[in-house]
């Protein structure tokens, strides 16, 4: 969803909808379409260009907390 640069999947957050709220999907194994970040920086500007729902193709629920969420799981995925 756009940081300017192509990255390889590993290095990118899986997104995804689970009854139309968005969480992470650090395991990249929950089924569904995906939208995928390269960090929180790249979050923050998707959910405010809206753009996790076009990705998502569907209503998407994003609660005050996802950005510090896509921060812990940053930390998580790539120590």
Do not use: N, Q, W
């Amino acid at each position: 969803m756009g940081c300017g640069t192509v990255r390889p999947k590993p290095e990118l957050l899986r997104l995804v909808s689970v009854g139309g709220r968005v969480v992470v999907d650090p395991a990249a194994t929950m089924p569904g379409r995906g939208a995928y970040v390269c960090g929180p920086e790249c979050a923050e500007r998707a959910v405010k260009r809206r753009a996790v729902s076009r990705a998502l193709r569907g209503p998407a629920e994003i609660s005050e907390d996802f950005v510090e969420s896509i921060r812990l799981h940053g930390k998580e995925a790539h120590p």
